[in-house]
């Protein structure tokens, strides 16, 4: 089971996660102080750069529009999906033992107070915001049921991994499955986010 190569590279990800996660917050906090201290002239420069909700229109280009409904049909099927997800976790963790996760570090909904935006472009930040932390936060209660019930790799190479995908076992390891799987599913209760 052990790994120490991919188990490096695992840190050193979680690692530069982190450098980033840090270095965007402390980009957030200038644009915070920069908003302390130049409120009403920010305010102004936001009313500058907004464009007019008949004007946005006027010159969004057709097919975008054309596209607009299909895309906010996603909607009711994305909160079905959210209801179903977060009610699977609320009754299935507590049973496996396993650490919950916490849907508001996933869906970040913050864009939308920017002044510079119009109606229609805030509602879609509201949707990307939205819809992006659901497939996050899915994604990562999925891989936790994933550890707890089938914590094996795939014989081929995936495209995108969870972060729980490193600790699985090898493809086609009988032994080290039957061995390690308790191990495995008891780790899920101390997940720290």
């Given at each position: 089971?052990?790994?120490?190569?991919?188990?490096a590279?695992?840190?050193?990800?979680?690692a530069?996660?982190?450098?980033l996660e840090?270095?965007a917050?402390k980009?957030y906090?200038?644009?915070?102080?920069?908003?302390s201290?130049?409120?009403?002239?920010?305010?102004a420069m936001?009313?500058?750069d907004k464009?007019?909700?008949?004007?946005y229109?006027?010159?969004a280009?057709?097919?975008?529009?054309l596209t607009f409904?299909?895309i906010?049909?996603?909607?009711l099927p994305?909160?079905i999906?959210d209801?179903?997800?977060?009610v699977?976790?609320a009754i299935?963790?507590p049973?496996y033992?396993?650490?919950?996760v916490?849907r508001?570090?996933?869906?970040?909904i913050?864009?939308?107070?920017?002044?510079?935006?119009?109606?229609?472009?805030?509602?879609?930040c509201?949707?990307c915001?939205?819809?992006?932390?659901l497939?996050?936060?899915?994604s990562?209660?999925a891989g936790?049921t994933?550890?707890?019930?089938c914590p094996?790799r795939?014989?081929?190479r995936?495209?995108s991994?969870?972060?729980?995908?490193p600790?699985?076992l090898?493809y086609?390891?009988?032994k080290?499955y039957?061995?390690?799987?308790d191990k495995?599913?008891e780790?899920l209760?101390?997940?720290?986010?």
């Amino acid at each position: 089971m052990e790994n120490s190569k991919i188990d490096a590279i695992v840190e050193q990800i979680k690692a530069l996660e982190y450098e980033l996660e840090v270095e965007a917050h402390k980009e957030y906090e200038k644009f915070n102080c920069e908003i302390s201290k130049k409120r009403e002239e920010l305010l102004a420069m936001y009313k500058n750069d907004k464009e007019g909700i008949f004007k946005y229109l006027a010159t969004a280009p057709l097919p975008f529009m054309l596209t607009f409904p299909i895309i906010w049909s996603v909607l009711l099927p994305v909160l079905i999906l959210d209801l179903f997800v977060t009610v699977y976790q609320a009754i299935c963790f507590p049973v496996y033992k396993i650490t919950k996760v916490k849907r508001s570090d996933y869906i970040i909904i913050d864009r939308h107070r920017l002044g510079y935006l119009n109606i229609i472009e805030k509602a879609n930040c509201i949707y990307c915001g939205y819809v992006n932390g659901l497939i996050g936060y899915v994604s990562e209660v999925a891989g936790r049921t994933e550890q707890f019930w089938c914590p094996i790799r795939h014989a081929s190479r995936t495209k995108s991994i969870h972060r729980q995908y490193p600790r699985f076992l090898k493809y086609g390891d009988g032994k080290d499955y039957h061995k390690n799987l308790d191990k495995l599913r008891e780790e899920l209760r101390y997940i720290k986010e």
